[in-house]
């Protein structure tokens, strides 16, 4: 389909005061928090994207998004946080080594400090997806965040699980892609790449082994992240937003990859280099100290999740062990990895269970 919404467009959030804070992390990186302030609130939420979506994924004009139900709901001061996994920054496109252990010890912490200026000591609620969900949550159980009220995990928190095809690319695919067939990063828009060129290459090989739909981008992202099946279910996803898929997804430094590898052959979060000092206060594995932390946890996932598959009903069950009765778990019948929060019925058949859990934990 035609792509008729402006790339990065904040028309989605139409009545609410949009204000965008700019904030440094420790290690260098300039990153952003939009504020969509339609009223004042006791409880605020942050929105935290996945690797590597943005906060666009909030704020979708083509159906009700989550910003606009979570206004309508009560919950009138909803922010979203681009943090260094985000599809608006350039830098997944770019050569790096970051680990999500730099998010958790740099972007969110930074992320609350910023947040804090502008809201004092009003209770924060986190609502998070797939990558931003394992971050947020190892900085939560490290102590680099404090102070939450809830969060709310999609897809994937500290107990990583992957079908088996995707361990062999975890395995193999950063040094194959590095040091082989030469980008450092994986791109949704391979397929309108000029042809011949890698990134062409690579879409045009892709291609033949993801036949349920003929979007490139969906074949690509279904590389990415799918155990070679989608990662949304198609039927639960707009037609205009399947065509505007690599607007709404950005580049993928493979090294990311290399720290899911490690937590899914340990089965838990993990430091990637116990070895490196700037991580020091980090802890090595990041649910030893689980039965400390008082935060409740929404484990989200759907029952077609072919990207961390049962991940979070595990963490569930892993964490029920310590803490009894403290966190809850939602199955989403018919939804995978991507949809249950950009889903085009999302608004009705899954934001009611996070709200619900919301309005439990608020004062």
Same mark, same amino acid.
């Given at each position: 389909?035609? !792509?008729?919404?402006?790339?990065?467009?904040?028309?989605?959030?139409?009545?609410?005061?949009?204000?965008?804070?700019?904030?440094?992390? $420790?290690?260098?990186?300039?990153?952003?928090?939009?504020?969509?302030?339609?009223?004042?609130?006791?409880?605020?939420?942050?929105?935290?994207?996945?690797?590597?979506?943005?906060?666009?994924?909030?704020?979708?004009?083509?159906?009700?998004?989550?910003?606009?139900?979570? +206004?309508?709901?009560?919950?009138?001061?909803?922010?979203?946080?681009?943090?260094?996994?985000?599809?608006?920054?350039?830098?997944?496109?770019?050569?790096?080594?970051?680990?999500?252990?730099?998010?958790?010890?740099?972007?969110? %912490?930074?992320?609350?400090?910023?947040?804090?200026?502008?809201?004092?000591?009003?209770?924060?609620?986190?609502?998070?997806?797939?990558?931003?969900?394992?971050?947020? =949550?190892?900085?939560?159980?490290?102590?680099?965040?404090?102070?939450?009220?809830?969060?709310? #995990?999609?897809?994937?928190?500290?107990?990583?699980?992957?079908?088996?095809?995707?361990?062999?690319?975890?395995?193999?695919?950063?040094?194959?892609?590095?040091?082989?067939?030469?980008? =450092?990063?994986?791109?949704?828009?391979?397929?309108?790449?000029?042809?011949?060129?890698?990134?062409?290459?690579?879409?045009?090989?892709? $291609? %033949?082994? +993801?036949?349920?739909?003929? *979007?490139?981008? #969906?074949?690509?992202?279904?590389?990415?992240?799918?155990? &070679?099946?989608?990662?949304?279910?198609?039927?639960?996803?707009?037609?205009?937003?399947?065509?505007?898929?690599?607007?709404?997804?950005?580049?993928? $430094?493979?090294?990311?990859?290399?720290?899911?590898?490690?937590?899914?052959?340990? &089965?838990?979060?993990?430091?990637?280099?116990?070895?490196?000092?700037?991580?020091?206060?980090?802890?090595?594995?990041?649910?030893?100290?689980?039965?400390?932390?008082?935060?409740?946890?929404?484990?989200?996932?759907?029952?077609?999740?072919?990207?961390?598959?049962?991940?979070?009903?595990? #963490?569930?069950?892993?964490?029920?062990?310590?803490?009894?009765?403290?966190? *809850?778990?939602?199955?989403?019948?018919?939804?995978?990895?991507?949809?249950?929060?950009? &889903?085009? *019925?999302?608004?009705?058949?899954?934001?009611? !269970?996070?709200?619900?859990?919301?309005?439990?934990? =608020?004062?």
């Amino acid at each position: 389909m035609d !792509q008729r919404i402006a790339r990065f467009t904040l028309a989605g959030v139409a009545d609410a005061e949009v204000s965008v804070h700019p904030f440094a992390t $420790g290690d260098g990186l300039g990153l952003n928090l939009t504020r969509f302030r339609r009223a004042d609130s006791d409880d605020v939420v942050l929105l935290v994207h996945g690797l590597t979506t943005s906060s666009d994924m909030y704020i979708m004009p083509e159906h009700e998004n989550l910003v606009n139900f979570l +206004h309508d709901s009560g919950f009138g001061d909803v922010w979203a946080l681009d943090f260094r996994m985000s599809g608006r920054f350039p830098y997944d496109a770019e050569t790096h080594r970051f680990t999500l252990d730099d998010v958790a010890q740099w972007d969110h %912490p930074a992320a609350i400090a910023e947040l804090r200026r502008h809201i004092g000591d009003r209770r924060v609620h986190v609502i998070s997806h797939c990558l931003g969900s394992v971050s947020f =949550a190892m900085a939560l159980f490290a102590g680099t965040v404090t102070g939450i009220t809830s969060l709310t #995990c999609n897809s994937v928190a500290l107990t990583p699980r992957t079908p088996f095809w995707s361990r062999i690319k975890l395995g193999y695919g950063p040094a194959m892609l590095e040091y082989v067939l030469g980008p =450092a990063h994986l791109d949704p828009r391979y397929g309108t790449a000029p042809v011949l060129t890698r990134g062409w290459m690579i879409a045009k090989a892709v $291609g %033949p082994f +993801h036949r349920g739909c003929d *979007e490139p981008a #969906c074949h690509m992202l279904s590389f990415m992240w799918g155990g &070679g099946k989608p990662i949304f279910s198609h039927g639960k996803m707009s037609p205009v937003t399947h065509g505007r898929l690599p607007d709404l997804f950005g580049s993928v $430094g493979v090294h990311y990859y290399r720290h899911v590898h490690k937590m899914v052959k340990t &089965g838990r979060a993990v430091k990637y280099d116990p070895r490196d000092p700037r991580h020091a206060a980090l802890p090595a594995d990041y649910l030893s100290d689980a039965a400390d932390v008082a935060t409740p946890i929404l484990f989200l996932t759907g029952d077609r999740n072919h990207v961390f598959t049962d991940s979070n009903i595990v #963490c569930h069950r892993t964490l029920e062990r310590v803490a009894p009765g403290l966190h *809850e778990l939602e199955i989403l019948p018919g939804y995978g990895h991507q949809d249950p929060f950009m &889903g085009a *019925e999302s608004a009705t058949e899954v934001f009611p !269970q996070v709200l619900d859990f919301l309005k439990r934990k =608020a004062g």
